[in-house]
């Protein structure tokens, strides 16, 4: 028996090579392991509790994290592929675990409260928002997913999920599995000007950039700030270039020449910067090779959504099916 693995993004924009470093890298994995079956959802109702006055570009953001999906290799034949609002049970079960989910648990949240605290441009004070985590347990519960592959951001709605499957099991018999988190290995990924790669501060490699937008983008990047010119030396762990080094480079070799020559001023950061280049350049090869498959042919990316979400639904109905009547409901007649 293979185990069952769930995860999830929300469709909030262009993907890049944070994302890739950390979650996708691990999704492509997992799928290419013959111990595990991979179900990936693409996150719409998570997407809406935060945009929901804003909300007119969120299908145009599936298709986008579809298409970067396919990008780097998951593959809709192994893993179905799927939006969460296309596969109803993910609302139902929802509702029916809310039926039992504590006030206080949500309430005490740390990423409830540090959201609500922090996000100032929106009003996140919504039932929605706040069952957040209930939406997400409910993604995870309707597969009995043994494990699922999150970042330690996602720890705390890990534990309530788990918290929840005791809960109604307790209640209502031994239906739901207890999924354990697999934390992703999330490597230093930093953006051209330094700070974390992310969407939001404008700096990101996305995975649909060009050869050529790509080193324009590395060309540009903040090195140490003490490297004024070619010919002061400078320190690698004072630059973000060589962070993308660390993560993206995997020849040794030339990292510790690199390395000696930066603090040396043997080489120019351009030198190094066309080095980095080279390295990105063929991990994305191939992702540019498949993303052209895909890229704006919604025939396919529908038929691969269908697929992916008929596929889900088997599973989420049998769970359905079993959890209808133990709470008590009057099962529909077929
Ligand atoms: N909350 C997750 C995030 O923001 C996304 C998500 C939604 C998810 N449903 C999930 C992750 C189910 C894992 C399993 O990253
Ligand atoms: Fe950064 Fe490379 Fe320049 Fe050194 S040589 S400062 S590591 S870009």
Redesign the pocket.
């Known amino acids: 028996m293979k185990k069952r693995v769930l995860s999830a993004m929300r469709p909030t924009g262009a993907l890049h090579l944070g994302h890739l470093a950390g979650a996708l890298s691990n999704f492509v994995r997992l799928q290419n392991d013959d111990n595990y079956e991979c179900f990936y959802s693409i996150a719409d109702w998570h997407a809406l509790m935060s945009n929901y006055a804003e909300s007119d570009r969120t299908s145009e953001f599936s298709y986008m994290a579809l298409t970067d999906w396919l990008s780097v290799g998951l593959d809709p034949e192994k893993s179905p592929l799927f939006i969460q609002s296309h596969v109803k049970q993910h609302a139902e079960l929802a509702l029916a675990l809310g039926m039992i989910t504590p006030l206080g648990w949500l309430y005490r949240n740390p990423t409830y409260k540090e959201q609500l605290f922090n996000v100032r441009n929106k009003d996140l004070g919504m039932f929605g928002f706040l069952g957040y985590p209930v939406l997400m347990a409910a993604d995870i519960l309707l597969y009995k997913a043994e494990f699922v592959p999150v970042g330690e951001d996602q720890s705390a709605h890990l534990e309530l999920s788990r918290e929840l499957v005791r809960r109604f099991n307790n209640f209502f018999g031994d239906i739901l599995i207890e999924p354990q988190p697999l934390f992703t290995q999330t490597p230093k990924v930093p953006g051209i000007d330094g700070r974390k790669m992310s969407k939001s501060y404008g700096n990101a490699l996305e995975l649909s950039e060009s050869a050529d937008s790509m080193w324009q983008k590395l060309r540009t990047m903040k ?2 700030p003490a ?1 004024m010119r070619r010919t002061d030396p ?1 320190d ?1 762990e004072k ?1 973000p ?2 962070d993308l080094h660390k993560v993206f480079n995997n020849n040794e070799s030339e990292k510790s020449e ?1 390395c000696s020559g ?1 603090k040396s001023a043997g ?1 120019g ?1 351009i030198d ?2 066309k080095k980095l280049n080279a390295h990105i350049n063929e991990l994305m090869t191939p992702i540019r090779e498949r993303r052209a498959k895909y890229e704006g042919n919604k025939k396919l990316l529908d038929e691969i959504l269908r697929d992916g979400a008929l596929r889900a639904e088997k599973v989420a109905d049998s769970t359905m099916k079993e959890i209808y009547p133990a709470m008590g409901l009057l099962p529909r007649i077929e």
């Open positions: 090195t140490d490297r400078g690698p630059c270039v060589w690199i930066c080489i950061c190094c910067k």
